[in-house]
């Protein structure tokens, strides 16, 4: 399943950066939940809600940004990125996304501060 999830993972964010968020959005589950490093007003519940928050990066530039892809078994792929080459010094210099998938769809999406902590994550998830 790994490599299905990160041909996925690649395929939904191509969509994003060319800013076809038709494809994107039938990447993702209905109830798609998809959490920042804190709990709090940057937490997405739903498809409508992660779709707002894509359509806004997207406007403020950061579909331009590099991205590093992490095939990390089973159904779940790591995107690393760097908001701060976009953004500037307010945003963090790295990111690193936890995305989990589930009959070919988006499931789960958790941020990291850091590629290490998403993958200590994915370890401790893992047994």
Known sequence: MSSVSLALAEQGLAAWRKGDFKTLERLLDLAVEWHWFEPGEWDCHGREDVMRTLRERHA?????????????GGDT??????????GGPEWPAETATVMRFRNEKVVSMQDYRTEREALAAVAASAG
Do not use: M
């Open 60 to 72: 403020e530039g950061f579909a331009a940004g590099a991205l590093e892809f992490r095939d990390v």
């Open 77 to 86: 792929v790591i995107v690393v990125s760097h908001p701060s080459q976009i």
